[in-house]
C-alpha cells in the first residue's frame, strides 16, 4: 500500500489550460489524461490525499470520474471545492477536511493544506513540512513547502516515497 498527494486537478475548469499552460487540447483530452496517468500510478489499495480543487462543475460527471479514480481518497478542501463535505463523501471520499490536516511522512510532521505556508512564519519549523497546492507552478519544492499540484508532478500523483525524497533533500541543504 502506498500513499499518494495531489491537488489541482481542476477537472471541467474550461480555463485551467490556458490559465496553467496545460498541455492538452481541449478539456475532454484533459480529463481523461489526468485520470489516465492517476490511475496508472494508483492501486485500488492505495490512499490518496486529494490537497484541493479537484472538480470545478458538472456534479454528474465528478461522481462518475470518482467511481473512476483508484484508491481510498480523503480530500482536504482548496478554494474551488464548493460541494458540501456530505456531498463530497458521497461520491466517495473517505474524510474531508474543510482547511488542513496532519500527517507523518518519514518521520516527519506535515501539514496537509490546499494553500502554501508562509515561509517566515516560526511555526512551520516546529511542524516540519507543508503539503500544498494551488500556485500552479512547476516547482515541488521551496524551502519546507512541498506542492504536490499536478503542474509540477507532470500530472501525476506523488508518492509518499517521492516526497520523502524531497525532504531529505532540504535536510541535506
Known amino acids: 500500500m502506498t500513499t499518494f498527494y495531489t491537488s489541482d486537478h481542476h477537472f471541467n475548469h474550461n480555463k485551467i489550460i490556458e ?8 478539456m475532454e483530452e484533459h480529463n481523461e ?8 500510478r494508483v492501486q ?8 484541493g480543487d479537484v472538480f470545478f462543475s458538472d456534479k454528474v460527471w465528478a461522481a462518475g470520474a ?3 479514480l483508484k484508491g481510498h481518497k480523503q480530500l482536504v478542501m482548496g478554494n474551488h471545492d464548493r460541494m458540501s463535505v456530505t456531498k463530497f463523501k ?3 471520499f473517505e474524510e474531508v477536511h474543510r482547511k488542513q490536516t496532519l500527517v507523518r511522512i518519514a518521520d516527519h510532521e506535515c501539514v ?14 516546529a511542524i516540519g513540512f507543508f503539503l500544498h497546492g494551488h500556485v500552479h507552478t512547476r516547482n515541488k519544492r521551496v524551502g ?14 506523488a508518492s509518499e ?11 541535506r541543504e
Open 144 to 157: 519546507r513547502n512541498i506542492h504536490v499540484g499536478v503542474d509540477a508532478w507532470d500530472y501525476y500523483p
Open 90 to 92: 458521497s461520491m466517495g
Open 44 to 51: 485500488p489499495e492505495d490512499t490518496v490525499m486529494f490537497l
Open 112 to 125: 496537509l493544506s490546499h494553500y502554501p505556508f508562509p515561509a517566515d512564519v516560526p511555526r512551520l519549523l
Open 33 to 40: 489524461a489526468l485520470i489516465e496517468r492517476y490511475n496508472s
Open 66 to 68: 470518482m467511481e473512476r
Open 19 to 26: 490559465y496553467a499552460e496545460r498541455p492538452f487540447s481541449n
Open 161 to 171: 516515497e517521492e516526497i520523502g525524497r524531497l525532504m531529505d533533500e532540504f535536510n
